[in-house]
């Protein structure tokens, strides 16, 4: 029992689940090399710092080599030279029509050093005396010494290496040549211990300084170089560096590389302390000197640890803000656009750019911030294009290793001075930019003081007529003048009307100012003299922005009536083709009075809102007047404009008079009555002039009730006494 027991465990321990450990392959260089020791470290921390994976070193001949096996997917990681990956990446040099894939960075590594070693006896100071027929060896077949060698040797004038007696041997055999005089100079990149020192000294050599010029030069045509001023035997000698990279195929899986990016991030302390040629890692420059781009979970974990840059949605805010300007712009200052805006959606495009809307009250604001967002991002252009370049070319650029911030202090300065100090664009797109941008500054400055000056002009000739201009909208300009103009000023200006008080600009030829003879507010009156047909002179008076033109019968010029039809014809003329290019969305609303009645017919083709001809009304009036003695005083009280009795018209809809839908009249007088009102007839159709779309037309329902109808009609209905009269 006990056996069987046992057994049933044992299976059962068997059959559980084993944790997945995947196996990754990571190739160095040679066996004894520093590539050798980092893929040491390296393996360590990754497999401590993830359980699940294991990784394998593969040893190989040098960079080349790691890098094709990245290419062709047959490894997993690789440590290669900087400048190599640059050259895999550009497809350039030894990687000139390969078809691998690209590898990707995960980390910069130690550094290693340019090497020029020559013979003790050698009387060369520098290496950049180095010229032909010299005997030169440039490092084994696959590593990276070749195009370094390449790279000083154009440098310093020759571009191509026939002219040298070359050699390909790895660095202890080469040594061994210079110490035979079997060669001249070798060429090393690599980080080499002072044991290596002491062989090269031993065989009769000794490293030579590349000059301060020579290493200018490769740090302005490589960016992938940095000066560097090693130690050997107590004695700097000045050379340039280039950095070792951990490398890892593309479509690698992006946590895994995050998982391997986090461990060797966190493990620099220990790499710096563990090997001379990486002492001076920090984690802070892991990104530095990196010329490919970085994968996708090494960039995620630099994301997270803020020493790299995120996604920003700088980019998408300046570009959204700055359409967003130009189509305020364009707006404010074309007429197709604000006439088809002004068709769509009248009531915002009134908000937006009618009279005193958006695009008029912050104008001024939308130059300065729309020349600010262009700046910004020409700076964030001028930054990409630049780092293209450099990354395209080999080169170094002064706005790479800059901050967004510098970028743009200098952009800003460019703009406003044209003085670019000892920095300038290299790539010919940032330069064409800069330019640009220089002449964005200047016309968004020109532009900016020509519309305050323009408007300030314009401010002047309005506060010539005393009148503060933003009053001047939704005004009533009252054209030519009669007995009858001082009582309808004075009405329509006078305090007690409240929100409804208007402001009234006069348009008339006068010699004296009647504001002042009348004793008139002139916070709300105005002259403008001048006559009233002159369209000039109305568009002074703020016709463009104004509500209603009232024309009185002039008795100053010969002809009133024919006067009065010509202004009436200019206003709505002028007003109708207002509303086309989208200036005004709502009509202009025209009061015309008339002396001769039969003169009607000429005012109602042009659509006048209003027509008075005093001589029926005063014939009407005194016709009832001796019929109804007592009438004349009721007609002066309904008349009268003030706060005790006012004549008012209120829409149906809305939610101050809703409780007068589905009333009969008689319902509706009792319900007015209740709220001190007396209600004397029920206009169909909306006020004259006024907007009324289809679901707000009145109508008399059954039964005399008041409801809504899509029928447009205009109609006074007073006192209806049967459902018959609609």
Avoid at 212 to 224: F, K, M, N, P, V
Avoid at 360 to 384: C, H, T
Avoid at 700 to 724: C, I, K, M, Y
Wanted: proline content about 6%.
């Amino acid at each position: 029992m006990w056996t069987a027991a046992s057994l049933l465990i044992t299976g059962l321990s068997f059959a559980l689940p084993q944790a997945r450990v995947d196996t990754l392959t990571l190739y160095a260089a040679s066996e004894t090399g520093s590539y050798q020791a980092m893929a040491q470290t390296l393996v360590r921390l990754i497999e401590e710092a993830v359980p699940d994976l294991k990784v394998q070193v593969r040893y190989s001949s040098g960079s080349v080599e790691n890098i094709r096996t990245l290419g062709s997917g047959d490894g997993d990681l690789a440590i290669g030279q900087n400048d190599l990956a640059y050259h895999a990446l550009r497809r350039r040099h030894m990687f000139e029509g390969w078809g691998g894939e690209i590898p990707e960075a995960i980390i910069g590594l130690h550094t290693e050093d340019l090497w020029v070693i020559a013979q003790e006896d050698d009387p060369l100071p520098t290496a950049h005396q180095i010229g032909p027929p010299a005997r030169i060896v440039v490092g084994a077949e696959g590593s990276g010494t070749l195009e370094s060698a390449r790279d000083m040797l154009r440098a310093i004038g020759y571009d191509d290496l026939g002219a040298f007696d070359t050699m390909m041997l790895s660095p202890r055999p080469s040594i061994g040549l210079l110490g035979s005089d079997s060669a001249d100079f070798v060429f090393l990149t690599a980080g080499v211990d002072p044991e290596f020192w002491e062989w090269v000294d031993s065989s009769g050599g000794k490293p030579l300084a590349l000059g301060e010029d020579l290493i200018s030069a490769l740090e302005r045509e490589s960016r992938y170089y940095q000066a560097s001023n090693p130690r050997v035997g107590g004695e700097i000698v000045p050379t340039v560096r280039v950095r070792a990279l951990l490398l890892a195929r593309a479509d690698l899986s992006a946590t895994r590389v995050r998982q391997i990016t986090e461990a060797v991030h966190r493990g620099i302390p220990e790499i710096a302390r563990s090997h001379v040629q990486a002492s001076h890692m920090l984690p802070s420059t892991a990104r530095d000197y990196v010329t490919v781009p970085f994968h996708e979970g090494a960039a995620r974990y630099y994301c997270e640890m803020t020493i790299g840059p995120c996604p920003s949605p700088l980019p998408y805010l300046l570009g959204f803000l700055a359409l967003l300007g130009f189509g305020f712009v364009s707006l404010a200052f074309s007429a197709p656009l604000r006439r088809g805006l002004a068709r769509i959606a009248p009531r915002f495009a009134q908000k937006l750019v009618g009279p005193y809307g958006v695009t008029d009250r912050y104008k001024y604001v939308v130059i300065p911030v729309l020349v600010s967002i262009i700046i910004v991002g020409g700076a964030l252009l001028i930054q990409e294009a630049e780092i293209q370049h450099a990354k395209a070319n080999n080169v170094n650029t002064d706005f790479e290793h800059r901050g967004l911030a510098e970028n743009l202090i200098w952009t800003l300065v460019f703009t406003a001075t044209g003085e670019p100090e000892d920095v300038f664009p290299r790539s010919p797109v940032a330069k064409v930019l800069s330019s640009l941008l220089g002449w964005v500054g200047i016309g968004g400055v020109i532009l900016l003081v020509g519309m305050v000056t323009s408007d300030q002009l314009a401010r002047k000739m309005k506060m010539q007529m005393a009148i503060d201009p933003k009053k001047l909208d939704g005004h009533v300009i009252l054209c030519g003048w009669n007995t009858r103009a001082p009582e309808i000023i004075s009405r329509l200006t006078d305090p007690e009307l409240g929100d409804r008080r208007q402001t009234v600009v006069v348009v008339a030829e006068l010699d004296p100012d009647p504001v002042e003879d009348y004793d008139l507010p002139q916070d709300f009156a105005v002259l403008l003299r001048g006559s009233p047909t002159d369209l000039g002179q109305m568009r002074k008076a703020g016709l463009d922005r104004a509500d209603t033109v009232i024309v009185l019968a002039d008795e100053m010029v010969e002809d009133p009536d024919s006067q009065t039809v010509l202004t009436v014809l200019q206003a709505e003329k002028h007003a109708h083709r207002q509303q086309e290019e989208g200036v005004r969305v709502h009509e202009l609303r025209t009061v015309a009075e008339l002396v001769d009645p039969d003169k009607k017919s000429a005012l109602e083709s042009v659509h006048t809102d209003l027509i008075l001809c005093p001589q029926e009304f005063s014939e009407k009036i005194l016709l009832q007047a001796l019929l109804n003695p007592g009438l004349t005083q009721f007609l002066a009280e309904i008349l009268t404009v003030g706060k005790e009795n006012q004549v008012v018209e209120v829409p149906v809809q809305g939610s101050e008079a809703s409780i007068l839908v589905g009333k009969t009249f008689d319902e509706a007088m009792t319900v007015c009555r209740e709220k001190a009102l007396l209600l004397l007839a029920i206009h169909r159709g909306g006020a004259p002039g006024a907007e009324t779309g289809p679901e707000f037309e009145e109508e008399w329902g059954p039964a005399g009730r008041v409801g809504f109808d899509t029928r447009s009609q205009n109609q006074l209905l007073t006192n209806p006494h049967s459902t018959e009269d609609r």
